[in-house]
Nanobody, 127 residues
């Protein structure tokens, strides 16, 4: 079973940047498709980005397309989310998730398809 730990959240001004990291332990990350999701206060969890096991395929929610970039370094057992041009509406707790059931070049933006979740890291964007 894989354990996930997010880091890199914090307070940033409108238009700023942050890079989130998701470090995996317990299993080799290369066997998992990975996703980033977020949940704002009073709202349901929503998808942000996903990446296939190989890293060859990436997927983005429309709300972050062109601003966020998901990547992975399987040698470091870490997945990243580079967030640029942040907006106040990006304020949320960000979670990474993992699942082994995807083919090597696929992933999903649907949170229910992921079995393993981290504890989350909070991102606050001030206006």
């Amino acid at each position: 079973q894989v354990q996930l730990a997010e880091s890199g959240g914090g307070l940033v001004q409108d238009g700023g940047s942050l890079r989130l990291s998701c470090a995996a332990s317990g299993r080799t990350l290369s066997t998992y498709a990975m996703g980033w999701f977020r949940q704002a206060p009073g709202k349901e969890r929503e998808s942000v980005a996903a990446i296939s096991r190989s890293g060859s395929s990436t997927y983005y929610a429309d709300s972050v397309k062109g601003r966020f970039t998901i990547s992975r370094d399987n040698a470091k057992n870490t997945v990243y989310l580079q967030m640029n041009s942040l907006k106040p509406e990006d304020t949320a707790v960000y979670y990474c998730a993992a699942d082994r059931r995807f083919a090597i070049a696929t992933a999903s933006l649907t949170p229910t398809t992921y079995d393993y979740w981290g504890q989350g890291t909070r991102v606050t964007v001030s206006s």
